[in-house]
């Protein structure tokens, strides 16, 4: 019996099996610049990204972290801006974890990077909204369940959009 992928508890729990398919049928991808863990809040970019930086022995980014809360809550356009600031300063190649609207907002950003999209299933990321109460809310003037099924709709057009490349490229490489 083999051993569990070092990834498989740190992506959606719905989509390990296919995942663990699309691994064991990718090519590894080619790095360039940043390796940009993004997606959808409540993905997971988070949990990979110290596992991820560990293995390609680079230096680890979280972009939500380094801008802090306080900014978000008390202008998005101001955390936009401060948030594309923090990404162009980056130094050297790091392994980046990129907030949930970095794809929708920043994705000219990306060029010359590898942007790597972490998948997540509606469900998956309703129950993590729902169930996470410290996540300042995007659209407060609906309701928590119109605002979790219109960001995800309108997100995932938007990351459509943007060239980046799977999940599973990225693990192959790491495997």
């Given at each position: 019996m083999s051993t569990p992928a070092w990834w498989l508890e740190l992506v959606d729990p719905r989509l390990r099996e296919s995942l663990t398919r699309?691994?064991?049928?990718?090519?590894?991808?080619?790095?360039?610049?940043?390796?940009?863990?993004?997606?959808?809040?409540?993905?997971?970019?988070?949990?990979?990204?110290?596992?991820?930086?560990?293995?390609?022995?680079?230096?680890?980014?979280e972009l939500d972290a380094a801008l802090g809360r306080a900014l978000f809550e008390s202008s998005q356009l101001e955390f936009r801006r401060a948030e594309r600031r923090a990404f162009v300063a980056v130094p050297g190649e790091a392994v980046v974890s990129a907030g949930g609207g970095f794809l929708s907002h920043h994705g000219d950003l990306l060029e010359g990077h590898t942007a790597v999209q972490v998948p997540i299933t509606f469900e998956?990321?309703?129950?993590?909204?729902?169930?996470?109460?410290?996540?300042?809310?995007?659209?407060?003037?609906?309701?928590?369940?119109?605002?979790?099924?219109?960001?995800?709709?309108?997100?995932?057009?938007?990351?459509?959009?943007?060239?980046?490349?799977?999940?599973?490229?990225?693990?192959?490489?790491?495997?």
């Open positions: 699309d691994v064991a049928e990718a090519a590894p991808c080619p790095l360039r610049g940043h390796v940009v863990l993004v997606g959808h809040r409540g993905a997971g970019k988070s949990r990979l990204l110290l596992p991820v930086a560990e293995r390609l022995r680079r230096p680890a980014v998956t990321y309703a129950e993590r909204m729902r169930a996470d109460t410290t996540r300042p809310r995007l659209k407060p003037n609906v309701s928590l369940e119109e605002e979790i099924a219109s960001v995800f709709e309108e997100r995932e057009v938007l990351h459509g959009r943007v060239r980046t490349v799977p999940l599973a490229a990225l693990l192959k490489r790491l495997e």
